[in-house]
């Protein structure tokens, strides 16, 4: 099975950036999509970003838009999220996951595998 492990998360000030790894076990990580989903205190979890396994195609939450990049290295069992231009409300917990499909990937549900997450702090 796929195993996620999170890692790059910290305290940031607000304007500053971050970037967030996210390292996969080898076995078909290639076949998975990867996403990235966060959870602030008090609020419910939020899709942030995704990228599908077949063409490398990349989807963003409405709040993060045009701040945020996903990547990945198929090649590594590599994911990256750069965070950049982040505010106060970007504060929580980033998890990083994988998904045997490709569409649908705004939700959580279509996700088989999660890491353990890694805090993100942006101070005002």
């Known amino acids: 099975q796929v195993q996620l492990v999170e890692s790059g998360g910290g305290l940031v000030q607000a304007g500053g950036s971050l970037r967030l790894s996210c390292a996969a076990s080898?076995?078909?990580?290639?076949?998975?999509?990867m996403g990235w989903f966060r959870r602030a205190p008090g609020k419910e979890r939020e899709f942030v970003a995704a990228?599908?396994?077949?063409?490398?195609?990349?989807y963003y939450g409405d709040s993060v838009k045009g701040r945020f990049t996903i990547s990945r290295d198929n090649a590594n069992s590599m994911a990256w999220l750069q965070m950049s231009g982040l505010k106060p409300e970007d504060t929580a917990v980033y998890y990083c996951?994988?998904?045997?499909?490709?569409?649908?990937?705004?939700?959580?549900?279509?996700?088989?595998?999660w890491g353990q997450g890694t805090q993100v702090t942006v101070s005002s």
């Open positions: 990228i599908t396994w077949n063409d490398g195609r990349t």
């Open positions: 080898e076995h078909t990580f290639s076949s998975h999509s």
């Open positions: 996951a994988a998904s045997p499909g490709r569409y649908r990937l705004a939700d959580a549900g279509m996700y088989a595998y």
